[in-house]
């Protein structure tokens, strides 16, 4: 089954739990987009306390703990034999951390609204206002169904295999650091912005076009291959990128974040 779903798709289920998964780093917040106009029957999903941990040093989202993300996903209506539908305002930047964290914690049936918000619109399907209550879902938290990575993991696999940087490009150069107390990248990992998986709308490119700009940067079948952030939300989308393209990566949750907050291991620039 494909991770991604169109509007018409979405339009013709007839039962699914549906996340509003949008966010900006910095904001404003998503909730405020929310209640001018969601995808009807769509609940509002916090990235940062929904999908995320307090931040610390485990990183600025680091993973949430497994009861405190069944608690947050059966309040938000989600259950074990319900398909879940993720969107976020276009290009599914935020929605992807829902899809991973999902899938992470044992969900087999998540899809991303491809192109999100603007597509449904754009197809002159409706919006809703309301913030009716859903009735609480069952879903069982059951951590281990995507592969993570830790600090460790993760030099080991810029050495071995290939760590894909998803930030932006001059993030990982360390010319620019906006957010993160140190510029830089992981020594060996591979620039690969975000950015690059999706057209201009949004949408995602098609399997043939990301299979080949990954096989560009190394990501070959075969070879163990994971991507990391800043906080592990763009990874997520490098990780959905990947996972279109046929080429299964691990995540690195805690991110550069969780990377300089050790200032004893390295860090490369340029």
């Not at 810029?158 to 894909?164: E, H, I, R």
């Not at 940087?165 to 975000?194: L, M």
Request: some cysteine.
């Amino acid at each position: 089954m494909s991770p991604l779903i169109t509007s018409e798709e979405l339009a013709a289920i007839g039962d699914a739990a549906i996340l509003d998964v949008r966010w900006r780093l910095g904001g404003p917040p998503g909730v405020e987009a929310y209640r001018e106009g969601h995808i009807p029957g769509a609940v509002f999903c916090d990235l940062d306390t929904d999908l995320a941990a307090p931040a610390g040093p485990a990183g600025r989202h680091p993973l949430p703990a497994p009861e405190a993300f069944q608690e947050a996903m059966r309040r938000l209506g989600v259950s074990d034999g319900r398909p879940v539908v993720v969107y976020d305002e276009a290009d599914s930047t935020a929605a992807a951390r829902a899809w991973w964290a999902l899938r992470y914690f044992g969900h087999g049936d998540v899809r991303v609204l491809d192109g999100g918000l603007r597509t449904w619109t754009r197809a002159g399907l409706p919006l809703a206002k309301d913030e009716s209550p859903v009735p609480p879902g069952d879903f069982t938290a059951r951590p281990g169904g995507m592969p993570v990575l830790d600090a460790d993991q993760a030099a080991a696999l810029a050495s071995d295999g290939v760590l894909l940087d998803a930030r932006a490009a001059e993030r990982y150069r360390g010319e620019v650091e906006p957010v993160d107390p140190v510029a830089g990248h992981i020594p060996g990992a591979v620039s690969a912005p975000t950015t690059g998986n999706v057209e201009p709308g949004g949408r995602f490119h098609n399997r043939e076009f990301l299979r080949e700009r990954f096989n560009s940067l190394g990501a070959v079948e075969g070879l163990p291959v994971g991507a990391y952030c800043g906080s592990g939300v763009t990874a997520a989308h490098e990780v959905l990128a990947l996972e279109i393209a046929g080429l299964p990566a691990a995540l690195y949750a805690g991110s550069w974040s969780n990377w300089v907050a050790d200032p004893g291991r390295p860090v490369a620039t340029g």
